[in-house]
């Protein structure tokens, strides 16, 4: 079992940043891929980012890279996602899940949510 809780979010102007923090707990969290999710109001949960806990493999959306980093600390159990150049498409409650590796993000846990909303 994973319990993941998330923090960070907020309303911001568009062009700031946001940093997004995940704390994750459960005895098997280390073996679990870590990554970020957002839902738009109408729209579909999409993936954002990802990271592996044992080494420092990330991957990314097309709409994420360049402008937001994910990072993880093994010795606080945390990841978080740094936003910059946020933009309004970015508005989204945006989730922290944890996979088993190759667990294709089918049942992963999730987070609660947190909201971030970005105007213009």
């Known amino acids: 079992q994973v319990q993941l809780v998330e923090s960070g979010g907020g309303l911001v102007q568009a062009g700031a940043s946001l940093r997004l923090s995940c704390a994750a707990s459960?005895?098997?969290?280390?073996?679990?891929?870590m990554g970020w999710f957002r839902q738009a109001p109408g729209k579909e949960r999409e993936f954002v980012a990802a990271?592996?806990?044992?080494?420092?493999?990330?991957r990314y959306a097309d709409s994420a890279k360049d402008r937001f980093t994910i990072s993880r600390d093994n010795a606080k159990r945390t990841v978080s996602l740094q936003m910059n150049n946020l933009k309004p498409e970015d508005t989204a409650v945006y989730y922290c899940?944890?996979?088993?590796?190759?667990?294709?993000?089918?049942?992963?846990?999730w987070g609660q949510g947190t909201q971030v909303t970005v105007s213009s």
């Open positions: 899940a944890a996979d088993l590796p190759g667990g294709r993000w089918l049942r992963p846990y």
């Open positions: 459960g005895r098997t969290v280390s073996r679990h891929v």
């Open positions: 990271i592996t806990w044992s080494g420092d493999n990330t």
